[in-house]
């Protein structure tokens, strides 16, 4: 196999008879504005006409990437076939089909699918959305284990259903802060602590050589800038990978990787390119942009009767007040998810929560919100960590679409996603809900 490293979690994976094209993040920024692309996609448009096939991990906008997609020839989207995760709703595949691809293919949790005669392909859900994808050809398994935040026993799941594993796609650095107000001592063990999770994957998949990528990019806002101070460079991941004796490849943008001749491929030459990036290019900062508090607060009226038709009252109890403090407006504001009460309690009372009005409007606004912002690093939280973590649970089901009232959550859909996700999904769960803590 060879495998071209486009941007961020974008490789295009030539197979012994076909060709993958994963996440492509190639315009725009992602996350609510809060991620830019560090370094630029390297990316011809003749390599459309190789891909036959598109897989997309999650719908997070660094690899469900709106601005991309909808850019794609016409052409492309008709003759390509998007693999995707089976999932309990439809609304992704309803939406690629909105931007013109004309062939689907839903593949199910930890299922091995022969899409050529000598290429095949499995997909592993892991956590609340994310997925790995593994290529089987010309003798050489490659795992792309993305986002995921696989552990020990997901590990031991790869091997059990793959085998020998040769090449490992992981991600080196941080996508996101859980917001507490002490991230001068915090981020650095994250970081740390990603560098020692790659390791331990490459150990538990006993995997030949890692290739270390999904983390190129930027906090490009006023109020996420902090991040960009303790993220993980290539160099240290090369440096780690060293120090634990265990086989990593760096890829710079446009650069490739051949699984038949690994001897041709030299670290030192991309080290030095991501090394001038690092010391040579500036990263621009901007400014969120104002949101009154009227259009805040009408987006979370607007959430809470959303929430009320979907989710029984005893779960939506949990949604207490929460006091949070708008730096650029100046103010503080008391609002409960639950009843949609709103009041001001001007600058100088006490909160729970830091956000820029930009990001709180855009919490309520979209479903996705309170995640995106989340993964953007755009809250800090110095209270009441327990009710911010029940607006992240309760609004990532809803953005799941898996709704807790009676009439929705009991649906053959449903009933389909659970058994599949059986596999390895209660380790999951429990492996997500200790790092919520």
Known sequence: MNIKFISHASVLIEAEDCVILTDPWYKGTAFNDAWKLFPEPVWDESLFDLADYLWISHEH??????????????????????????????????????????????????????????????????GEMDSSLAVISEGCTLLNVNDCEANKVDCKNFRKDLGKIDILLNQFSMAGYNGYFDYESRLPVIAKGILKNMADNHRDTDAGI??????????????????????NTPTDVHEHFLGEKLALVTLYP??????????????????????ELYANTAKVIDTPQLVDLGKIEAALKKRCIQLSEKFPKWILKKLRPVRVRIPDINNVVELCLYTGNF??????????????????????????????????????????????????IITSLNNAEMYLKFKYLFTIGNFNFVRDRMKGGVNQLFYQLRRME
Not at 210 to 231: L, R
Not at 254 to 275: C, I, Q, S, V
């Open 210 to 231: 890692t290739i270390a990528f999904a983390s190129n990019i930027y906090f490009c806002t006023e109020d996420n800038k902090y991040m960009n101070d303790f993220g």
């Open 61 to 126: 906008p660094d690899h469900f990437s709106i601005a991309t997609l909808k850019a794609m020839p016409q052409s492309f989207k008709e003759r390509v076939t998007v693999l995707f995760q089976k999932n309990n709703t439809d609304k992704m595949p309803d939406a690629l089909k909105k931007f013109g691809f004309k062939n689907i293919k839903l593949l199910k949790n930890r299922a091995v699918y022969a899409i050529t005669p000598k290429t095949k392909v499995y997909v592993s859900q892991i």
């Open 254 to 275: 446009g650069d490739a990787f051949d699984t038949m001749h690994p001897e041709l491929h030299h670290n030192e030459d991309d080290l030095r390119k991501y090394e």
């Open 343 to 392: 009041k001001v309690l001007g600058p100088d009372a006490d909160y729970n929560l830091s956000i820029y009005s930009q990001p709180l409007f855009y919490c309520f606004e979209t479903t996705w919100g309170i995640q995106t912002m989340g993964v953007g690093a755009r809250f800090r939280i110095k209270s009441n960590m327990a009710i911010w973590k029940w607006y992240r």
